[in-house]
């Protein structure tokens, strides 16, 4: 059967993706430049991303789980998925079947990669975010003993702020990685690209900004938008003065007023949050969002055009930095939590 036809569409801008994949390989200097593509590639969907980034000539894609390597195994060469939260009992036999290689974090996941003849794999050090990865106090030559480690890992806690974290993660990385043998050291995300080249090493980690996040304010002018969110009109009506709209009846009409009623809610991720303040556009028009979200319906005040009619479209701007900052969340968020519902149409 054909793809059912979707009332609410992502569009996914492929060029600004690969644009700012370029940007980011820039601005890692003499690194090479890799992907994170965990959480479906942080919701925009994790095999478009990887298709296109591995035409533009990324080699080195993260994911976190291992059906999230086996999602996009057929499109890359193995040896290019890493999987970051590693191997527990089970998965060691599925890593070697699949050829991804695992991030392996604890002493534990080390022996257990070791005793399973694993070979080649990656090895993450906490240098301070104390998450994942081998700690400073369990740094011990035999730990690393005939292991053959491509990349040598640490994760940035605060790239995004100018805190003294970020040069004492660097400091414990230093000593931590010295006496460590690898094929490449890899430490930054997309913040931590903007630290700076003592940063970069040979592999940088972006994710966020692949996909139009502002990790750093002075990335704002650098970074495209990649993820625009639109929605069709399913009815339109006339309301009078004294009309209430929706949910709790949170909205009244103080004055006669055209209603249209759009597809999205915050089941697709359009947030409850955006209940009175939140904006859609036909055409250059600006309409209000009225009453509360529901599941999966807005309602707009549409008198501003008039014309608007059932199956027509409707764009809802959504910035990150901006809603992220008015709403008091992450970027992050804003887009992993975008549904799956949404026609996904990659232009
Ligand atoms: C998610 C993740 C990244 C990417 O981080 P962004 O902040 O999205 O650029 C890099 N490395 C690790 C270990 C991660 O978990």
Known sequence: MEHAPSPVRLRLNGNA?????????????????????KA???????????????????????????????????????????????????DVAF???????????????????????GG?????????????????????????????????????????????????QLARWMTMTATVKCARKSLANSAGIMLGSKYHFDLTRPGLSLYGGIARPEMADIIKPVVHLSAQILQVRQLSAGDAVGYGATHICNHPSALATAAIGYADGYLRNFADT?????????????GRV???????????????????WVTLPYDLPVLAAKFGLSQYVLLTMLGDRFDRHWT
Not at 48 to 77: M, N, T
Not at 278 to 290: P, W, Y
Not at 295 to 301: A, E, G
Request: proline share 5%.
């Open 120 to 168: 080649r794999c990656h090895v993450m050090l906490d240098s301070g975010i104390n998450r994942l990865g081998i700690g400073p106090e369990q740094m011990d030559a035999a730990v690393f003993d005939g292991l053959d480690i491509d990349i040598l890992a640490s994760h940035l806690a605060s790239a995004d702020e100018d805190v003294p974290q970020n040069s004492e």
């Open 17 to 37: 993706l690969v644009d700012n994949w370029r940007a980011l390989a820039k601005l890692s200097g003499r690194a090479t430049t890799g992907a994170a593509v």
């Open 40 to 90: 479906d590639g942080y919701g925009l969907g994790a095999r478009e991303v990887v298709k296109r980034l591995s035409k533009a000539g990324c080699q080195d894609f993260f994911v976190a789980h291992w059906a999230e390597a086996a999602a996009i195994a057929d499109i890359v060469p193995p040896g290019q998925i890493s999987v970051l939260n590693g191997v527990n009992e089970g």
């Open 278 to 290: 939140g904006t859609v556009f036909i055409g250059d028009v600006a309409l209000a969002v009225i």
């Open 294 to 312: 529901s599941m999966d319906l807005i309602t707009i005040d549409s008198s501003p055009f008039p014309s608007l009619a059932e199956g027509d």
């Open 95 to 117: 890593a070697m079947q699949l050829g991804a290689i695992p991030m392996l974090n604890t002493p534990g996941q080390i022996a257990r990669w070791k005793a399973g003849g």
